[in-house]
């Protein structure tokens, strides 16, 4: 039976973007990167032939070129691919691990938060999101200005936090001026921000401020 043939909640791409991807099979998930299958084969067919040839998914990532290529339906540009793949896993766990890592001093979230916001010619808005153990769930710029002002929508910083499933946060934005002490608007729009956000009990633990150096406005006793 072909794919198309299939009900919706049994094709690997519906099922993924209905139920999540936690919820298909090794073989559904190698069939959705495989994409479509041999004649005679369907792709979850072949996906289910494959990892019994290997042995299992995580034989088939790391056979040898010349053995993955060797199957039919796979060949030197799907191992690019895979690999391409599997190194954006690392990379994306690496930084992950780098930003819960962040969490572990105010120090080292000064670190990080210099590191990514210092070079910026423009001023940008950043939300650190964090569970209800205070590990970082994502980073993410939210809003960009000009040189020396950003526009800060307290609906849009909501929704992206509710998005994101946060219990509590981090702000942060850049001066380009190199100025780092707070100005009366940035005080302001935190604590619209913070009254906004305690509304979905969302705790806004500090808003960090980076210039020439860093201000923290949860240590100048501003939140």
Known sequence: MQIKDLPDEQRPREKLI????????DAELLAIFLRTGIQGTNVVDLAQHLLAHFGGLRMLISAPIEEFCQQKGLGSAKYAQLQAVIEMSRRYFAEQAM???????PQAVRDFLLS?????????????YLDSQHRVVKYEPLFWGTIDSAVIYPRVVMKKVMEARASAVIFAHNHPSGYADPSQAD??????????????????????IVGHDVVSFAERGLL
């Not at 209905?18 to 099979?25: I, M, P």
């Not at 005080?187 to 956000?197: E, G, N, S, V």
């Not at 509304?199 to 808003?207: E, G, N, T, Y």
Request: charged share 35%; hydrophobic share 45%.
């Open 116 to 128: 990514k916001l210092k070079d910026e010619e423009n001023e940008q808005f950043v939300v650190l």
């Open 99 to 105: 930003l819960e890592d962040a969490l572990r001093s």
């Open 187 to 208: 005080i302001a729009i935190t604590d619209k921000l913070k009254k906004a956000l305690a509304l979905i009990d969302v705790r806004v633990v500090d808003h960090v």
């Open 18 to 25: 209905s139920c999540g991807s936690e919820q298909l099979t």
